[in-house]
């Protein structure tokens, strides 16, 4: 664009400004859509003010969201945006925009520092990063610092369209400022905190304004769910819970003791809960009972539930779904929303942007993996349902498998969502609530209220196994062992070892396998046949990964699980049986062969060894799993490692200064970068297995780069994680990429195993297990 070009539309502007209706028509935020209309800028800003309001309000920041909302995209009245604008061909002008050939976020954020001194740094954090996400203070890439400090085009003859409110500090902002005790990194995590939630609420609310433009038929199409939504919810599910089996056995006796204890617990105010009970104790189905009747009685507005693994959120959702099958049939949507991070939206385009997910459903299952991550994220996709998190009910799913190098960091996040934004956090547990405060552990969560008072007496009731520890058990003996079981589980650490040990039975008997190596829908048919096996008593042999460790509902008589972790233990232990059906199931725990390549499990493994004794010397307790030997488990893990709970040095990122230019230097990029619990968690490729499985990669082919979030949603069925290395050299070969972020097996039919899964090394595939 020339500078006469610019100087013409600026002359243009002068001579039309007195007439406001022409002023709200000369401007536009978005180029035209597909009925050929253009998008006004004051339109634009005012839709976006009025939804980050509408998103800030739950935690008391409806002005701030508001104001962000407003000046967001202040920069697009430059002249030169504008003629940018109109010279473009591109119906995906955020395309454009992101490769920074005009930049518009920038103006928006110095408004803010220059209208509020102070305070407008927070909002300039999220106004700049709101398209390519939240920045460092200072970098030598680019930073707020800089875009503070860089020169940009005038926009000012759009401020007579702008009317802000004064700005006040949150109250609980206040509170946690004024704290006599107060911690400085706790001081300025609560800040950084409070402006990750209010960048959600800004991108959030861009994202959807921007889709109502684009696609009506889109936005109309988005689920709507009626305003009693929780309460339908809850009586679908005690509907289920009434069609269950009487409570004639003991074990179904006690699972309705605990449920009637979590609805009498949900009467109780907001904060923080514990659900302590044993696996098989029916903590699934009894945490959403407590989920649902707590956020009705306190105005809550969905239930997130959180499990430790991809697997287990599979099963979950299945679960549920079951449950509120009556209200599908009623023509709702589908209330349950399965997310994970097997299919994950990177650089943005308009297309990606509204694919992401921003969890507006009444009951969301994900990870511990994509939850916490998201709260330390620094990418506009990933942020974007954080400000739903607020005012829900929050169900963490065997609560403490947390890293313990990350401690500090999600225990804090964990604190501020109860503290200051409304939530209320279930921690499920079959061990112990072991991130709770107590001496030698003051990062712990305080007032952790439990559900079910006497765990001991409840261990006791639902004690159904008996744990033998074999020592190294090499796998021709371990094959031999199982060969000789007619039903049995065996849990190990690895992937490989799992097929190994499958291949290394088959010749002599039959064997199921198990691993992340299949994608969620073909495992979910595995689990099926495994179910119909066990119950019809016919010859059921299951080699698996630890997904099958939580949340799944199988029952074996027998349970071999390699060296972990306690809690590890105690969920394989969940497996055996589950339904009290013996007088007594028989554990057997042995450490493998492969333990030298079982690095992500070596930690915990190490732990146990303590406790569970080795090379001549005596365990330490008897029962392995007795609430004495868990406690122990847990002051050698967490509470004894003060050095590590926040070994990255995380919450050092996050600093108020006594800098009028720069008072508060949080470094989000550098955390989100730093931040992650497997170092590792590989590339997703998409499988087409099954009928449904083909009809979406078909549809995926020809929709060509156009990712919409429905099919984000269907994909995650039909994914597969493999490790970034393998991935990168299989692109172009037995990888197809369709776009940057989305890869498809290209030969199942080779490189996909009825019994095993992805396989893209060829000779590992015997000829009886590939596809035909």
């Not at 407003?70 to 504008?82: E, I």
């Not at 921007?210 to 339908?232: I, L, Q, Y």
């Not at 095993?756 to 090394?761: I, T």
Request: glycine share 6%.
């Amino acid at each position: 664009m020339t500078s006469s070009e610019i100087s013409h539309f600026e002359h243009d502007f002068q001579d039309q400004a007195h007439d406001r209706t022409d002023l709200d028509q000369r401007f536009w935020a978005h180029s035209a859509n597909a009925a050929g209309k253009w998008h006004g800028l004051p339109e634009h800003l005012a839709g976006v003010a009025r939804l980050a309001r509408q998103f800030a309000e739950p935690f008391g920041a409806g002005d701030w969201g508001y104001v962000a909302g407003l000046l967001h995209d202040v920069g697009k009245f430059s002249a030169a945006f504008q003629v940018h604008l109109r010279k473009s061909s591109s119906d995906e002008c955020h395309s454009s925009e992101l490769r920074g050939t005009v930049d518009h976020t920038s103006a928006g954020a110095q408004y803010a520092v220059e209208r509020f001194p102070v305070l407008g740094h927070l909002l300039a954090y999220a106004i700049s990063g709101h398209h390519g996400g939240l920045l460092d203070a200072i970098s030598d890439l680019t930073c707020l610092e800089k875009r503070l400090g860089k020169n940009v085009e005038n926009w000012s003859h759009g401020l007579r369209l702008l009317v802000l409110p004064d700005l006040q500090l949150p109250n609980f902002l206040r509170d946690v400022l004024a704290s006599r005790e107060r911690d400085p990194k706790r001081v300025a995590f609560s800040f950084a905190f409070f402006v990750r939630m209010l960048f959600s609420c800004l991108v959030d609310a861009d994202f959807l304004d921007t889709e109502g433009f684009f696609d009506a038929d889109r936005k109309s199409a988005r689920p709507a769910w009626p305003a009693d939504v929780m309460a339908r919810m809850e009586q679908a599910l005690c509907a289920f819970a009434d069609r269950l089996p009487e409570p004639a056995s003991r074990i179904s006796r006690h699972r309705a003791e605990i449920r009637q204890s979590c609805l009498v617990a949900a009467s109780k105010e907001p904060g923080f809960f514990s659900l302590t009970v044993p696996t098989g104790g029916g903590k699934t189905l009894s945490s959403l009972a407590f989920a649902l009747s707590h956020a009705q009685r306190h105005g809550l507005r969905r239930v997130i539930y959180v499990a430790p693994f991809t697997s287990i959120i599979e099963q979950t959702a299945e679960i549920f779904r079951q449950v509120f099958e009556p209200l599908l049939k009623l023509q709702w949507p589908d209330p349950v929303l399965e997310h994970h991070s097997a299919i994950d939206v990177g650089e943005e385009t308009v297309a990606s942007r509204l694919a992401s997910e921003n969890w507006d459903a009444p009951l969301v299952v994900t990870t511990a993996v994509q939850f916490y991550e998201s709260l330390f994220a620094d990418s506009v996709s990933r942020c974007r349902k954080l400000h739903n998190i607020s005012k829900s009910v929050v169900i963490l799913d065997e609560a403490q498998k947390l890293p313990v190098d990350f401690l500090s960091p999600c225990l804090m996040a964990l604190h501020e969502l109860v503290a200051n934004y409304r939530a209320t956090v279930l921690l499920c547990t079959a061990t112990q609530p072991a991130v709770g405060r107590r001496e030698g552990f003051p990062l712990g969560l305080d007032n952790i209220r439990e559900i079910v008072d006497d765990r001991r007496t409840l261990y006791l009731q639902l004690r159904r196994v008996a744990v033998r520890d074999l020592g190294t058990v090499g796998d021709e003996e371990l094959s031999r062992r199982l060969a000789d079981e007619r039903q049995v589980l065996c849990i190990v650490n690895t992937r490989r070892h799992a097929r190994l040990l499958t291949e290394q039975l088959l010749p002599t008997v039959d064997a199921i396998h198990l691993s992340a190596a299949m994608c969620a829908e073909h495992r979910s048919q595995v689990f099926r046949r495994c179910r119909e096996l066990l119950a019809a008593g016919e010859p059921c042999r299951v080699i698996s990964t630890q997904l099958v460790e939580a949340g799944v509902d199988v029952d074996f008589p027998v349970v071999f699980r390699s060296l972990a972790g306690l809690d590890s233990l105690a969920q394989a232990a969940g497996r055996c049986n589950r339904n009290g059906r013996l007088t007594e199931g028989r554990v057997f725990l042995f450490r493998s062969e492969h333990g030298r390549n079982e690095a992500y499990l070596r930690d915990t493994g190490n732990v146990a060894v303590q406790l569970l004794g080795d090379k001549g010397f005596a365990p330490l307790y008897e029962d392995p799993l007795s609430l004495e030997a868990i406690e122990h488990y847990f002051r050698l893990y967490y509470w004894e490692q003060r050095q590590r709970w926040d070994r990255r040095q995380l919450l050092d990122s996050f600093k108020l200064e006594q800098c009028r230019s720069l008072p508060f230097q949080f470094s989000f990029r550098t955390v989100a970068t730093a931040f992650r619990f497997i170092e590792d968690s590989g590339r997703a490729v998409v499988v087409p297995w099954g009928e449904k499985g083909k009809e979406l990669v078909e549809e995926l082919r020809r929709g060509g780069e156009s990712l919409t979030r429905w099919m984000v949603r269907a994909l995650q069925r039909y994914t597969v994680q493999i490790p970034s290395r393998t991935w990168h050299d299989a692109v172009g070969s037995e990888i197809t990429l369709l776009s940057k972020d989305c890869a498809v097996l290209a030969c199942p039919e080779v490189n996909y195993s009825e019994r095993f899964g992805v396989d893209l090394n060829r000779q590992n595939l015997s000829p009886d297990t590939l596809i035909v």
